[in-house]
């Protein structure tokens, strides 16, 4: 089994910091955890994680309290990413941080073509959700927002599979996409560039038997 090319570790200068994996519990508990972070996390919020690495600001950060007073649909880290306030790398970071789950930078040859396999292309472009490797029967999955049950809970529903959540940027996401899916797009272009084809050969055929037909019509009534 590969590893993952983990971000060094972070000063207020430096790139984001990754998170060791918690050693994996038995029984899958610690997928039931992810989402249940202990006393000590929850203690430390994704906002409070980016001010103390310096990536926003006080300033930033009571501008985003103040829109999420407005918009109490949103949470305050989706507020920060709507202003920029810092890079989709660095709250990702600070997301897996808050949660205790690995925040990974993985490579294209680091991706196995079948756990790839086991989602379609626009559903990981629309929702950020890059399936990595298996471990044993376990798949593991990148997400932009590694927060987000719901789409745990989907994408288990949509592989039928156990998941692991990681946490990738979704800048990272896009760019391995783009790079593991120009072949299986090219493919499908190909495919259709020749059921085109086929569908036009078809049509010819029929018409050269319909011009065909029509003149042994014509001979027939000459004859006649």
Do not use: C
């Not at 050693?23 to 203690?43: D, H, I, N, T």
């Not at 990536?55 to 950060?61: A, D, H, S, V, Y």
């Amino acid at each position: 089994m590969f590893g993952f090319k983990n971000s060094s570790t972070e000063s207020s200068t430096s790139a984001p910091q990754a998170i060791r994996p918690a050693p994996p519990a038995e029984g899958g508990e610690e997928l039931e955890s992810l989402w249940k972070p202990s006393q000590s996390r929850q203690r430390t919020s994704v906002e409070q994680i980016l001010l103390e690495r310096g990536k926003i600001t006080e300033e930033q950060l009571d501008q985003a309290k103040k829109v999420k007073e407005q918009t109490p649909g949103k949470s305050l880290v989706q507020i920060l990413q709507t202003m920029n306030a810092a890079a989709d790398v660095y709250i990702v970071s600070a997301q897996a941080h808050a949660l205790g789950i690995p925040f990974v930078t993985p490579q294209k040859a680091q991706v196995e073509p079948e756990a790839f396999a086991m989602l379609q292309v626009d559903y990981i472009r629309k929702n950020l959700a890059l399936p990595l490797r298996f471990e044993q029967s376990m798949l593991v999955v990148g997400l932009a927002d590694p927060s987000n049950v719901f789409l745990y809970d989907e994408v288990k529903r949509k592989t039928r599979r156990d998941v692991k959540v990681v946490a990738v940027a979704g800048s990272e996401i896009l760019k391995l996409l783009e790079l593991l899916s120009a072949g299986s797009e090219s493919a499908e272009k190909v495919d259709e560039i020749l059921k085109d084809v086929k569908d036009d050969d078809v049509q010819g055929v029929k018409e050269d038997d319909l011009h065909v037909e029509r003149s042994w019509l014509r001979r027939d009534r000459l004859r006649r």
